[in-house]
């Protein structure tokens, strides 16, 4: 398991990453969301072992990673920007991994780039960030991991790429039993590989919960009203967000049940159809409705989290 124990990072006096706790299974894929300077990339490279906490502690199967390099030999970890010796070939960059870590397997390397199609005799400093980032996902994932730690492993690659990515980090996690985090802005990628996930606001875990329990965070629901949504289901604290076209009306809702359906057809509505919602509608909808709160939907979830 990999256990994340009450987590404390900063730069200089400015904290950045605050109490976070989080645990992963071998076997699961967890996601870790959150805006730009949410401390994603801070955890991240601590969670890599690239930086030392300042307090807590980052423990993979009872042992903890910082300057720890025979635990670093089971932990892949594939950075947002990945730089090797520029004058290598992509080639010396497997030579030198096949003798840094007992575990690689060339010919796993070999297969995956079947799909990736790397030039192998090409420099590195003549690598796109998209090919850097497959050199460095065939790389680390070569090395046979327990565990892969993936920073927006997804930048710089083509559609094609994202989906042929998902589909080795899939089959990665089915056949070997390895455990996943990865940091991603492709929600929707995300949304298709995740186990579990763990939104990050301002340093502190906001939500952490399985994939399923995060999507009935809320609903979003068809609704018609013939005559015109009226003031009243405007002025509804359960809707986070509403639009229309004509008489058809989009909600998205918190807390939706069956009474909540009859309030609406009270005010008019003449079909009500819920709807599922996407992991990145979910996320800006959260988003908007704590901008507009001022925080205390932030605080009311951390009750949530602690109850």
Known sequence: MLEIKDLWKGYYKTKVVKAVNIKIDKGEIHGLIGENSAGKTTLIKCVAGVYKPDEGEIIYDGKPVYNNPKVKEHVGYVAD??????????????????TFYPKFDREKFNSYNEVFKLP?????????????????????????????????????LDPVAKSKFFE???????????????????????ERICDSVTMLHEGVVERQM??????????RLNVVFEGGAGKKIYEMPQILRISNVGSIYTLVVRDFDEEFVSVLKKNGASLVEPLDISLEELFVVLEESKEQNDGTDVNADKSELQS
Do not use: W
């Open 168 to 190: 080795m980090l899939i089959n990665e996690v089915e056949h070997n039993n390895i455990g996943v985090l990865i940091s991603s802005h492709n929600l929707e990628g995300l």
């Open 210 to 219: 399985s994939m399923e329990d995060m999507k009935c965070q809320l609903t």
């Open 120 to 156: 192998v005799g090409k420099r590195l400093y003549a690598l796109s960030k998209g090919q850097k980032m497959r050199l460095a996902f065939m790389l680390e994932t070569a090395k046979q991991p327990d565990y892969l730690i993936l920073d927006e492993p997804t930048s710089g």
């Open 81 to 98: 920007s990945n730089e090797y010796i520029s004058l290598y070939t992509v080639s010396k960059m497997v030579d030198m991994y096949e």
